[in-house]
C-alpha cells in the first residue's frame, strides 16, 4: 500500500517559480519510479516529469529547461520544481508511482499562473 500526498500549488503570476512536493508512505519508496503529472480543465492527464530510483529523469518536451524533478530518498519525498511558469502550465499537478499491477495517485494541488 502506498499513498501520495501533494503539496505545495498555488497562484502565481507568469514568470514565477513554485515546489510542489509529493510526500509518499511506504517502505519501497527508493526503489520506486516517480512521476508528476498534471490536468488542466477539459483536457487530458498528461505526463510531466519522471524520475527512476537511480534518479534519472525525464521531462516532457512542454516543461524542458524550466521544471526540475528531484527526490530524496531519506524524507520519501519527490519535488518538481517549477520555474518560468507560464499561464498554459496551469492544472492540477499529481503524483504517480506504480508497485507491481496497481497504479497509486494523490489527490493533487493545484498550480494556477496569471498572465
Known amino acids: 500500500q502506498v499513498r501520495l500526498v501533494e503539496s505545495g500549488g498555488g497562484l502565481v503570476q507568469a514568470g514565477g517559480s513554485l515546489r510542489l512536493s509529493c510526500a509518499a508512505s511506504?517502505?519501497?519508496?527508493?526503489?520506486?519510479?516517480m512521476d508528476w503529472y498534471r490536468q488542466a480543465v477539459g483536457k487530458q492527464r498528461e505526463l510531466v516529469a519522471t524520475?527512476?530510483?537511480?534518479?534519472?529523469?525525464n521531462y516532457a518536451d512542454s516543461v524542458k529547461g524550466r521544471f526540475t524533478i528531484s527526490r530524496d530518498n531519506a524524507k520519501n519525498t519527490v519535488y518538481l520544481q517549477m520555474n518560468g511558469l507560464k499561464p498554459e502550465d496551469t492544472a492540477v499537478y499529481y503524483c504517480?508511482?506504480?508497485?507491481?499491477?496497481?497504479?497509486?495517485w494523490g489527490r493533487g494541488t493545484q498550480v494556477t499562473v496569471s498572465s
Open positions: 524520475i527512476t530510483s537511480g534518479g534519472s529523469t
Open positions: 511506504g517502505s519501497r519508496f527508493s526503489a520506486n519510479t
Open positions: 504517480n508511482t506504480q508497485l507491481g499491477p496497481i497504479t497509486y
